[in-house]
């Protein structure tokens, strides 16, 4: 079985029916979810291959069908924790009712109380965040340009890596509205990531960690690194780049992007729409004295006048 890492799309029997709800407009099926919870064997003969039991949310009590193929059903026992990978389906029965059910496709783990407390830690510092609120890096990088002023950011990336050459290259000559320092750590050691959280606090209008793609991510799962970003007071972003799941640390940032040449693109927009305000045509005509205004009205109707001759001589 696969080590089991918490994402985004981990489920609950709970949560999978939220999805199931707005299965009318979305195709679930193309998508793989994580769902766990307890297994309840129903002690029935499989159907062309599959065993339909049933797995129970550890908390709320919501019961989802679980669509077993035979491998699967010799790995579990009735009334074990587990997650499985699959897919949310719909079955149509006879009498016209539509119900969810999960076709599993791999058993992830086994999971443990151990496990389950951990995945209630990860729950609640999502939580929290959430109640904490999430702030708005562009109304306020922007506020601070348009005071004069320069945002200060620390840029916190591996000791020897050349992303923020990215970064740079996207901002182009956006770099010089803001003032840039770089904190270079081992992105490994959780300690170190913490140490620069914490140290960065309170001393830069933004924190943003900064890290290319690659093994190692899973440190930025880690839930002591998760609790020191929600201590924070000034803002925190990250520019993890990868194409998997969210992490917990991307989880609990206050934006995050992609990679960093997408944060670097962020950065250059905020700046260019400061300069170039939406409005700015028009802002410029609202500001035209009235005078001036007399005498482009005056041209206008020389012209109309001139054309109107014209037309009238050609006629003739």
């Known amino acids: ?62 019961i989802i069908t679980l669509k077993l193929p035979e491998k699967l059903k010799q790995q579990v026992e009735n009334g074990g924790f587990y997650c499985f990978q699959g897919q949310l389906h719909k079955d149509v029965r006879w009498d016209g009712v539509i119900e969810p059910v999960f076709l599993a496709i791999n058993l992830v783990q086994e999971l443990t109380h151990d496990d389950e407390a951990r995945l209630d830690i990860r729950a609640a510092l999502r939580q929290a965040k959430a109640v904490q609120g999430y702030s708005d890096l562009e109304s306020k990088l922007r506020k ?41 750590i081992n992105l490994l050691d959780k300690q170190a990531i913490i140490h620069a959280l914490l140290a960065a606090d309170e001393k830069f209008d933004l924190i943003a960690i900064i890290r290319g793609g690659g093994p190692g991510l899973q440190i930025f799962d880690d839930v002591e690194i998760a609790e020191a970003a929600l201590q924070l007071k000034s803002d925190l972003a990250t520019a993890v780049g990868h194409a998997q799941d969210e992490t917990l640390l991307e989880q609990i940032a206050d934006q995050q992007f992609t990679t960093p040449t997408a944060f670097g693109t962020f950065l250059r927009e905020t700046a260019v729409a400061r300069l170039e305000p939406p409005n700015a045509q028009t802002t410029q005509l609202t500001q035209i004295s009235p005078a001036n205004r007399l005498v482009i009205w005056i041209l206008l109707a020389a012209i109309l006048l001139i054309l109107g001759v014209l037309l009238g001589m050609a006629l003739g």
């Open 1 to 62: 079985m696969e080590e089991i890492t918490e994402t985004k799309n981990t489920h609950t029997p709970v949560t999978l029916m939220a999805v199931f709800a707005n299965a009318f407009k979305i195709d679930p099926n193309k998508q793989l979810f994580f769902l766990r919870g307890l297994y309840q064997d129903r002690q029935r003969n499989s159907y062309k291959g599959y065993y339909f039991d049933r797995l129970k949310d550890e908390r709320g009590g919501q």
């Open 144 to 184: 601070i340009l348009s005071e004069g002023q320069r945002p200060h950011i620390v840029l916190i990336s591996g000791k020897t890596s050349i992303v923020l050459l990215d970064l740079y290259a996207a901002l182009k000559q956006a770099r010089s509205s803001y003032q840039f320092s770089e904190q270079r």
